[in-house]
């Protein structure tokens, strides 16, 4: 039987060794520490260098802050991601302004016409209203500065401040009449959530009463944007909706959380969009059923303006057969930014950290040549504009969007899609509507519109260069009648004017600056196309 008390000898070495093995740790530590740190230093090295010598011998006087500004912004343009950017110091309360839905100001939407600021309408709530502007007013003077000649972005400037200060505005009224109105400064929650016109200070949200058709227009995505959603849609729950128009057109994303909850709205089940970052790892999210969730028929309404969160709203809907996208393909923004502040109040950094990806697994980015990015409309539901036509649409749009004490309401028909195609001249919600009115009533959806796919963005961008040789030569002829009047002298040679080469650099005709309208005549496509665009009217 073994002995228990025997044990094998031990050597032993006393306690120096721990020690000296975590000094020599610890050193090894500081050494690689500080070698990154002398590289990272060493980086440095050129700009310091180039920015003593230019400080120091440049002839002119250098400006340091826009030296640092154009060095952080070059570092970033070679990402060759237009969504990374630094916002310096004298920015951020733009940005804040954008990220957040809110300001501090007197609340209303402003326009520029004929070198006067105008008031499209006061805001609900705002203290422009409480002072009496009115839609229609035109601001002749801000705090004692005349307003003509001024950009919409000056007159801003003048408007924002402090909360709690005054400001007076001399205002000319639609009746003639003017008069000075102090108004105090507060903090103004922009609304994202719209409707189709003015119902005293809030929103109409129906379209079509009778078939129960309502409509909701998302103009971005801010905190705020879920508590309006939810506002907006216990108005139509109220007055019985069986269907909605979301109408995300020209809505450039906000808030990845503002997406989601939206999203979770409309959706029981499923997946509504997942990240990435660069090394395939990040996170998921998937819808809930919850008592709020509205399960009824939607016609999103989307465009080339539709970016970011729109489109996860967009393809989330669509991806889990929730709703038919009705319009033109998307953007293609399917990037996730972080803000960043820098220490110090330096700025901001905004920076992609991540992708998006669709339901299906697809990302909506739009890089190089991809032919497939965003979120296309479902088939028969294509219905393409050009930015003219848009244009249109919000001037029509606003005749029934201010405010106003119901005396002058207009008389609007929006439960007819003859009348919002000739009024408003917007065939897209005309359409939304139709195909909603088909739904509610004989459960099938009516194609309104043309197919997705290549062709049909093809033709889009098409429409597009096409609209923008318009501009150009008309800019082209104004120039060249501006520089005859000019010269008098007949100085400039009749024959100056404009080479037209082929793809190859070969020339195919001379323009003389008196006929330069011809330019387009000259500028032949290949065959290939002339099919496509032969289907295309010259807006």
């Not at 036509?389 to 028909?413: C, F, H, K, S």
Request: some cysteine; charged content about 30%; proline content about 5%.
């Amino acid at each position: 039987m073994p002995n228990s008390d025997h044990q094998r000898p031990i050597t032993r070495f006393g306690s120096w060794p721990v020690p000296v093995l975590c000094g020599l740790l610890a050193i090894q530590i500081l050494v690689t520490i500080g070698a990154g740190r002398r590289d990272d230093l060493t980086w440095f090295d050129p700009l310091v260098d180039v920015r003593a010598m230019v400080l120091e011998d440049f002839v002119g006087e250098p400006d340091p802050a826009k030296m640092q500004e154009a060095a952080i912004s070059a570092m970033l343009e070679t990402l060759d991601d237009p969504y990374t950017v630094w916002i310096p110091p004298r920015l951020e309360k733009d940005f804040d302004k954008q990220m957040r839905g809110s300001y501090v100001g007197i609340g209303a939407e402003i326009e520029v016409v004929d070198e006067r600021l105008r008031i499209i309408s006061p805001l609900e709530d705002s203290p422009s209203l409480d002072a009496g502007v009115r839609a229609g007013d035109v601001v002749l003077d801000i705090d004692g500065t005349d307003t003509l000649g001024l950009s919409s972005q000056e007159c801003i400037d003048l408007l924002i401040g402090i909360e709690g200060t005054p400001v007076t505005l001399q205002v000319r009224h639609v009746d003639g009449t003017e008069e000075f109105l102090a108004i105090v400064r507060r903090r103004i929650e922009t609304r994202s959530v719209k409707g189709l016109r003015r119902a005293g200070e809030g929103w109409d949200h129906m379209l079509d009463p009778d078939k129960g058709i309502g409509y909701i227009r998302l103009t971005q995505f801010t905190e705020r944007t879920i508590e309006e959603m939810r506002e907006a849609l216990d108005t139509l729950d109220a007055a019985g909706t069986k269907a909605i128009v979301l109408d995300l057109r020209f809505n450039g994303g906000g808030t990845l959380d503002g997406a989601i909850d939206v999203s979770d709205l409309f959706l029981d089940r499923g997946v509504i969009v997942s990240v990435r970052d660069r090394d395939g790892d990040g996170r998921k999210w998937t819808a809930s059923a919850d008592a709020d969730d509205h399960l009824i028929p939607i016609v999103v309404l989307v465009n080339d303006g539709s970016a970011s969160a729109s489109e996860i709203v967009a393809g989330a809907l669509q991806d889990n057969d929730r709703a038919k996208i009705l319009g033109e393909r998307s953007f293609g923004k399917g990037s996730v930014q972080e803000v960043r502040p820098l220490p110090d109040d330096r700025g901001t950094l905004k920076m992609t950290t991540a992708r998006y990806y669709l339901p299906n697994g697809r990302n909506l980015d739009r890089r190089g040549d991809a032919e497939v990015w965003g979120v296309d409309p479902d088939p028969g539901f294509v219905i393409d504009l050009d930015n003219k036509e848009y244009a249109q649409i919000v001037e029509n749009r606003r005749r029934y969007e201010p405010i106003n004490d119901g005396t002058d309401r207009l008389e609007a028909r929006f439960d007819d899609p003859d009348w919002i195609e000739q009024e408003i001249a917007d065939p897209q919600l005309a359409a939304a509507l139709r195909t909603l009115q088909s739904k509610v009533t004989t459960g099938e959806w009516l194609m309104v519109g043309g197919d997705p796919g290549s062709d049909a963005v093809l033709d889009s961008e098409l429409r597009d260069q096409i609209a923008y040789r318009t501009r150009l030569l008309d800019e082209l002829t104004k120039t060249t009648t501006r520089i005859a009047e000019l010269d008098e002298s007949g100085a400039v040679e009749a024959s100056a004017g404009f080479e037209i080469r082929d793809e190859r650099g070969n020339v195919i005709g001379h323009v003389p600056d008196t006929e330069a309208d011809r330019i387009g005549e000259l500028l032949g496509r290949p065959a290939k196309a002339e099919g496509r665009e032969a289907e295309v009217a010259e807006p």
